[in-house]
Nanobody
Framework: QVQLVESGGGLVQTGGSLRLSCTVSGFSFDDYAIGWFRRVPGKEREFVAGFRWSGVNIDYADSVKGRFTISGNNAKNTVYLQMDSLQPEDTAVYSC????????????WGQGTQVTVSS
């Protein structure tokens, strides 16, 4: 049974940091890319960062480059999103998702974790 569980969200002041975790189960970590997305009410879901263990393929949205860092721990089946220099516009529900490497379509999603950055 494929599952993704996010953790690490919370309330932080502008300029602060948070580290989100996405723990996956039910499938081989090496066979999927893991992506972080965020959504603000009234707006479409936005891609934030993506990680693929095989080949270490990493992508970032332009809005978070230089501030966010995605990494993975294969032994723990966990992908992290280190968020530094947080700004109010980063406030959103952050979700992780898994995409089979063959299709790159995100088929499995976690429930999300709230990140709130106060100004």
């Amino acid at each position: 049974q494929v599952q993704l569980v996010e953790s690490g969200g919370g309330l932080v002041q502008t300029g602060g940091s948070l580290r989100l975790s996405c723990t996956v189960s039910g499938f081989s970590f090496d066979d999927y890319a893991i992506g972080w997305f965020r959504r603000v009410p009234g707006k479409e879901r936005e891609f934030v960062a993506g990680f693929r263990w095989s080949g270490v393929n990493i992508d970032y949205a332009d809005s978070v480059k230089g501030r966010f860092t995605i990494s993975g721990n294969n032994a723990k089946n966990t992908v992290y999103l280190q968020m530094d220099s947080l700004q109010p516009e980063d406030t959103a529900v952050y979700s992780c998702a898994a995409a089979p490497l063959t299709s790159r379509a995100y088929a499995y999603w976690g429930q999300g974790t709230q990140v709130t950055v106060s100004s």
